[in-house]
């Protein structure tokens, strides 16, 4: 038999109020405490980070940077005049000497102004020849006239000496001795004049003679220039050493000043070293440089700066001191570094990656035997390639 219960929906409801209520003050109570937290420090794996000590002592300055061997003697040949490539003598990597052939070019032009150039030589010089055979027969005529002359006036002086002594005698008339004397000294004078103009047709035979000689020598010049432009379709190298490149081809049309061929001399090589324009201030002319050929290092000096930038890049060339090692050769990839200056006593550490010289950056700082990191202010100073020194924000301790 069912018996009836009494009915609680009114306990049951003041139950889930007072639940409520509880429940809102202690999520309220939860907020509150969780807004008072200091929020947590971000964690970071150790293995991931990089680490390093301040140290106190010497620096080694340096700058690094990527290059090319390249040969201190290259020869480029250019072409003289338009030709026609008619055979490749040589193939590069051949060793030529300086009169070794490398191209045999052709110019039917250049063969007749050859021509014309020799057979105006010749007619200059015919020229020249026949001009010396007038000139010095035209200063004879002159000598002879001018010895003719000489020789009347010397029979007038004696005439006129034998006619004043006649006179003095009273044997001669006084009219024949004047007369006598006005002849010798008409001579005398006409004599004079002889004399200056041989001298005068010697200095013109002279210039005429040396006029002519002019326009032969520009003719024996314009001839031999010819003459060079037709052996120069002969290239040779020029110098010893090894044939790096050919850039025309068979049957190739070139114009004057294409190159046609580059020989450069293998024993005689230096670096060409690309450094960054924020680096490469502080690099000077006579710094000691070291280069990694890959199989061995090398000592030398810097010998060149470039003047410009490219690309971001200064281009520096270094000298070697030292024999290169055996596999040397140009175009070969090195590594440089220019050694700017050694450091006694300063702080120094790692450089980071992105701090540059004479900036401000944030490191941290590890505490509690390296557990946390605090970030500080670091100023830092002079740089290499590796470490970078320390200015403000940081000290060294004894351990």
């Known amino acids: 038999m069912d018996i009836p219960r009494p009915s609680n929906a009114r306990a049951k409801m003041i139950r889930r109020i007072g639940f409520g209520a509880a429940a809102v003050l202690l999520l309220g109570g939860v907020t509150v405490g969780l807004s008072r937290l200091r929020p947590a420090a971000p964690t970071v ?73 020799e057979y105006q030589l010749k007619a200059a010089e015919a020229d020249y020849e026949n001009l010396k055979v007038q000139v010095h027969s035209d200063v004879l005529n002159q000598k002879a006239t001018a010895a003719s002359v000489r020789s009347e006036y010397e029979q007038a002086k004696i005439q006129h000496t034998a006619d004043e002594q006649l006179a003095a005698l009273k044997i001669g008339s006084v009219v024949t001795e004047n007369l006598s004397k006005v002849k010798e000294q008409q001579l005398g004078i006409r004599a004079e004049l002889e004399e200056q103009r041989t001298k005068n047709a010697a200095d013109a035979a002279e210039s005429r003679l040396l006029a002519q000689k002019s326009h032969v020598d520009q003719q024996r010049a314009l001839y031999h220039l010819r003459r060079s432009e037709l052996d120069a379709l002969h290239v040779r190298a020029g110098i010893s050493g090894v044939l790096q490149v050919v850039p025309v081809e068979v049957g190739q049309s070139v114009a004057p000043g294409t190159n046609l061929a580059r020989v450069a001399d293998p024993r005689k090589l230096k670096a060409e070293i690309k450094i960054a324009e924020t680096q490469a201030k502080d690099i000077v002319i006579g710094q000691t440089a070291t280069v990694d050929m890959r199989n061995g290092m090398v000592n030398g000096h810097v010998s060149r700066i470039d003047p410009s930038v490219q690309n971001g890049t200064v281009m520096i060339d270094v000298s070697f001191d030292e024999t290169l090692p055996l596999g040397a050769r140009p175009d070969l990839s090195v590594d440089g570094t220019v050694e700017l200056e050694r450091l006694k006593d300063v702080l120094f550490v790692g450089r980071p990656v992105h701090g540059q010289s004479d900036s401000t950056i944030g490191l941290f700082k590890l505490v509690d035997d390296g557990a946390e990191a605090v970030r500080v202010n670091v100023k830092l100073g002079r740089s290499s390639v590796n470490q970078v020194e320390i200015a403000q924000g940081c000290r060294w301790e004894t351990k």
Do not use: C, F, Y
């Open 45 to 117: 794996d150790k293995a991931t980070v990089w680490t390093d000590e301040v140290n106190r002592g010497p620096m080694l300055r340096e700058v690094r940077g990527l290059g090319t061997l390249v040969p201190e003697d290259i020869q480029w040949i250019p072409a003289l005049t338009i030709a026609r490539v008619n055979r490749i003598v040589v193939h590069p990597g051949a060793i030529v000497k300086p009169d070794t052939v490398i191209l045999e070019l052709s110019n039917p032009e250049l063969e007749r102004d050859v021509l014309d150039a």
